[in-house]
């Protein structure tokens, strides 16, 4: 009998696991993958001023948690020597064997921004370069790709508030938790590109 009880408590626990491995690869409403979402606190049906509350930085997240040369480095607007000018110097960081050459390529290949519709590694502008930056700089410190896309994404918000906004608002208005999206999905084509904006805002009528 033990054995019996056994047997099925086995079976259960993988048919659970089983069924949840599936459940992650159901893509959502928005066409993404539903994980942890990169330091976003929003219950589900929450309402629209609360999405927008809840995807744009706080006051808490302003000091970042690593130094550009001994000086903290802090979300900043643009003015010479803050957070975004010692991102875009960190572009001049070299990178040390094949391995953080081979994940820099792959990170800057598959992260977009809402400046356009290429991703990081494709495009000149300067929050592309300071992007570059800080991807190149993280690699050094031992930041895994997935906490250095969650920084990026932080910034990202930092630079463009109306567009996370709007596209935390339409993922909602479609019953997709925006905290639920991984920030590998966020920074992807499919929401952090300008033709997403657009096609978003269109969606919501405005």
Request: with cysteine; net charge positive; hydrophobic share 40%.
């Amino acid at each position: 009998m033990k054995k019996t009880i056994n047997s099925l408590m086995i079976v259960v626990a993988l048919l659970f696991a089983v069924n949840q491995y599936l459940i992650g690869l159901i893509p959502n409403a928005a066409g993404v993958a539903s994980s942890a979402g990169p330091n976003i606190a929003l219950s589900d049906n929450a309402n629209e001023s609360e999405v927008i509350a809840a995807i744009l930085p706080k006051d808490a997240d302003s000091v970042r948690p690593y130094k550009w040369q001994g000086q903290p480095v802090t979300l900043s607007a643009k003015t010479p020597g803050n957070g975004y000018d010692m991102l875009v110097a960190m572009n001049k960081t070299q990178l040390t064997g094949a391995d953080e050459q081979q994940r820099f390529k792959a990170i800057t290949r598959s992260v977009y921004h809402p400046c356009c519709n290429a991703p990081i590694s494709a495009c000149g502008c300067k929050h592309a370069m300071a992007a570059k930056g800080l991807v190149k700089y993280l690699l050094t410190k031992g930041y895994t790709d997935e906490q250095i896309k969650n920084e990026i994404f932080l910034w990202n918000r930092f630079w463009w508030p109306k567009h996370y906004a709007t596209v935390a608002v339409y993922l909602n208005s479609q019953g997709t938790n925006p905290a639920n999206v991984s920030a590998a999905d966020w920074l992807g084509a499919s929401l952090s590109t300008v033709k997403a904006g657009r096609q978003m805002k269109a969606a919501l009528g405005r």
